[in-house]
């Protein structure tokens, strides 16, 4: 039995919980639920979801880059080894909330720690174990940040010009990704309505996989 491995990527805002939530449950009812796995990074067996708490964790503001970078390409390992390998080996059709893209964009681009020196660290953490489809959920930066945001003034500070700027160097590093892996990453325009994104989630899958989604196409 051979698996599937399917990574789900964007920034923060472009739906990607919600997107995710209605392609589980509508893969678990045609598969059953036990031919699907969902997980999400970091995180993953006990060992990664603690390395997850260190990364979450608001106290730890001093943490360097480079150690953040570390932490999350080694609960990724964990994850690998303990969770996503059985899973393939079982057959399942594994759902995997972020995987190594999410490290290239936002320690690679938006912590500015390069992107080939994030890909080299997490090269050594994967072993070579790549999705064979990496959804992209594609939004302009304002739009997502606006829909995360509980309270908006309209003043310009210095920390809102800091997070456009992060979100903008986390979206052009997966657009540049997405250029440059064609046959791997499919984007899709998330800043349509939700059943219009699903819809198109569910073409992509489709298209790589003609078993997934069967029924609907
Ligand atoms: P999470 O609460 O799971 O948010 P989301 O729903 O956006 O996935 O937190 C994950 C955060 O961690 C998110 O802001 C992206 C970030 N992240 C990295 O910076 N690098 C990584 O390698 C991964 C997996 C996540």
Same mark, same amino acid.
């Given at each position: 039995?051979?698996?599937?491995?399917?990574?789900?990527?964007?920034?923060?805002?472009?739906?990607?919980?919600?997107?995710?939530?209605?392609?589980?449950?509508?893969?678990?009812?045609?598969?059953?639920?036990?031919?699907?796995?969902?997980?999400?990074?970091?995180?993953?067996?006990?060992?990664?979801?603690?390395?997850?708490?260190?990364?979450?964790?608001?106290?730890?503001?001093?943490?360097?880059?480079?150690?953040?970078?570390?932490?999350?390409?080694?609960?990724?390992?964990?994850?690998?080894?303990?969770?996503?390998?059985?899973?393939? $080996?079982?057959? !399942?059709? %594994?759902?995997?909330?972020?995987?190594? *893209?999410?490290? +290239? #964009?936002?320690?690679? @681009? &938006?912590? /500015?720690?390069?992107?080939?020196?994030?890909?080299?660290?997490?090269?050594?953490?994967?072993?070579?174990?790549?999705?064979?489809?990496?959804?992209?959920?594609?939004?302009?930066?304002?739009?997502?940040?606006?829909?995360?945001?509980?309270?908006?003034?309209?003043?310009?500070?210095?920390?809102?010009?800091?997070?456009?700027?992060?979100?903008?160097?986390?979206?052009?590093?997966?657009?540049?990704?997405?250029?440059?892996?064609? $046959?791997?990453? !499919?984007? %899709?325009?998330?800043?349509?309505?939700? *059943?219009?994104? +699903? #819809?198109?989630?569910? @073409? &992509?899958? /489709?298209?790589?996989?003609?078993?997934?989604?069967?029924?609907?196409?």
């Amino acid at each position: 039995m051979k698996g599937k491995f399917i990574s789900f990527e964007g920034s923060d805002g472009a739906g990607k919980t919600s997107v995710l939530r209605a392609i589980r449950a509508d893969l678990e009812k045609q598969l059953g639920a036990a031919a699907v796995m969902y997980t999400r990074e970091p995180g993953g067996d006990h060992i990664s979801e603690q390395i997850r708490q260190i990364l979450m964790d608001s106290k730890n503001t001093a943490m360097d880059a480079r150690t953040e970078a570390l932490l999350f390409a080694a609960a990724r390992r964990q994850h690998v080894v303990a969770d996503l390998k059985p899973a393939l $080996a079982a057959g !399942k059709v %594994i759902l995997c909330d972020r995987y190594v *893209d999410s490290s +290239i #964009a936002y320690q690679g @681009a &938006a912590r /500015h720690l390069g992107e080939q020196e994030v890909w080299q660290i997490n090269q050594f953490a994967i072993d070579g174990l790549m999705p064979e489809l990496t959804i992209y959920l594609d939004i302009p930066t304002e739009l997502g940040l606006k829909r995360i945001a509980t309270h908006r003034t309209d003043e310009v500070n210095r920390l809102d010009k800091e997070q456009l700027d992060f979100y903008h160097a986390v979206r052009h590093s997966y657009l540049r990704l997405a250029e440059k892996e064609p $046959a791997r990453i !499919k984007t %899709i325009d998330a800043s349509q309505s939700l *059943d219009q994104v +699903i #819809a198109d989630v569910k @073409a &992509a899958m /489709h298209a790589k996989f003609t078993d997934l989604f069967a029924n609907e196409f």
